[in-house]
């Protein structure tokens, strides 16, 4: 039996995880909990699969009985404490970065949908990951299936990944369409059931970008191996071209279910389908197309940023964090999202980065730096 710790318990991968683990019974025991500020759904899953442990970031903890570590530092607490094979990494954001590492250093596995540990500290987690013999599982579906294809031939060269991207609410937009549009149009995904923030970077296609760093990371890659495609029903989750022409591709449903039992049971197989069965008869033809820079100007900036590198991933991460929390809040047009971000990655271009403390501290930086910004940009 595998035992599970799930950093982010109560967002959408953490929920879904659970949901795994219950229709795999006798597979996985949960090591312990993480959440927010979600106390209520916190103490009703600890109760549910037994977690012997639970952290809760902010809000009082009513259940005597189930020990919780509360305050800032509760989830670096519980990795600390917790009994633990693999470790679930679905918080949002670059918080993501330190529990990442320490979660390595306590033996733990990694499976990872917090993609921004990887563009702003990928070369870290990377490196202490393999320093420790422990494993790093994508769990977002691009990479998973990536992961997957590449599996399927063990040590071949390969020519090119194909990162495939749904295209999100806009897709077919032009820039004049999406100059007013507002957060609750942006949170419309067509496919997928995400979080806000996560959500609205796929309306930017700030989360292809983001993943393209990430791939670049997990699978060794270089910027120029890297293509971003759309497609707009999200049943090929991405393709791997090999070095002989030949492209293989992973195909399914939308739903996170399947790369999260991929990770979990891995190098092992679950016989369980946790999601629909994709039926080749009734999904339609199957279209790809090149995405649109122009009116998607966040593409290109993580682009510059894969080529970079330096300083411009962080940079990128943490003002796009900001800008959109304030989009969100009414409070930043569509395209005050890339303004902020170029900016940003403009004004901290030179900056050093080396361990992880320096990247935090950069993030921090780049933060305060765009809160005090925020408000010169388009509305």
């Not at 579906?141 to 609410?169: D, M, N, V, W």
């Not at 796929?202 to 393209?212: D, P, Q, R, V, W």
């Not at 891995?266 to 080749?280: G, I």
Request: with cysteine; proline share 6%; glycine share 8%.
């Amino acid at each position: 039996m595998k035992r599970v710790l799930i950093l982010g318990s109560t967002g959408s991968i953490g929920t879904q995880t659970l949901d795994v683990i219950r229709q795999n019974p006798g597979r996985f025991a949960v090591a312990g909990l993480c959440a927010g500020s979600q106390a209520a759904l916190l103490e009703e899953q600890a109760r549910a699969f037994s977690a012997p442990l639970v952290a809760l970031r902010s809000g009082a903890w009513q259940a005597e009985d189930i020990p919780c570590f509360t305050g800032e530092d509760a989830a670096l607490r519980l990795i600390a404490e917790a009994q633990a094979d693999i470790a679930v990494a679905a918080v949002v954001g670059c918080a993501g970065l330190p529990l990442v590492l320490a979660c390595l250093e306590r033996g733990m596995d990694v499976a990872l949908a917090n993609k921004e540990a990887l563009v702003v500290g990928g070369d870290l987690v990377m490196r202490r990951a393999k320093e420790l013999g422990r494993r790093i599982l994508p769990v977002d579906s691009e990479h998973s299936a990536i992961f997957q294809c590449l599996e399927g031939r063990s040590g071949a060269p390969y020519h090119k990944i194909h990162l495939t991207a749904s295209g999100g609410p806009f897709r077919g937009k032009t820039r004049a369409e999406l100059q007013n549009v507002t957060a609750a149009q942006a949170l419309k995904h067509p496919n997928w059931s995400m979080g806000a923030k996560v959500t609205i970077d796929s309306s930017t296609l700030m989360n292809k970008g983001l993943e393209i760093l990430e791939a670049i990371r997990l699978f060794d890659a270089t910027p120029e191996q890297i293509s971003v495609t759309v497609h707009p029903k999200s049943i090929v989750h991405s393709m791997v071209e090999f070095d002989d022409g030949v492209i293989l591709a992973q195909l399914g449903v939308a739903d996170m279910r399947t790369p999260i039992q991929y990770a979990l049971f891995y190098p092992e197989f679950s016989p369980v389908c946790p999601a629909p069965r994709l039926d080749l008869f009734s999904c339609g033809p199957l279209e790809f197309f090149p995405p649109d820079r122009e009116t998607f100007p966040c593409l290109a900036l993580a682009e510059r940023a894969a080529r970079e590198k330096g300083a411009l991933p962080v940079a990128l991460n943490a003002a796009n964090e900001v800008a959109v929390a304030h989009f969100l809040k009414g409070e930043l047009g569509f395209y005050g999202i890339p303004a902020l971000v170029d900016a940003a990655m403009e004004h901290f271009e030179a900056e050093p980065v080396g361990d992880a403390e320096t990247v935090l501290d950069l993030d921090r930086l780049v933060r305060v730096w765009a809160e005090a910004r925020e408000r010169t940009f388009i509305r």
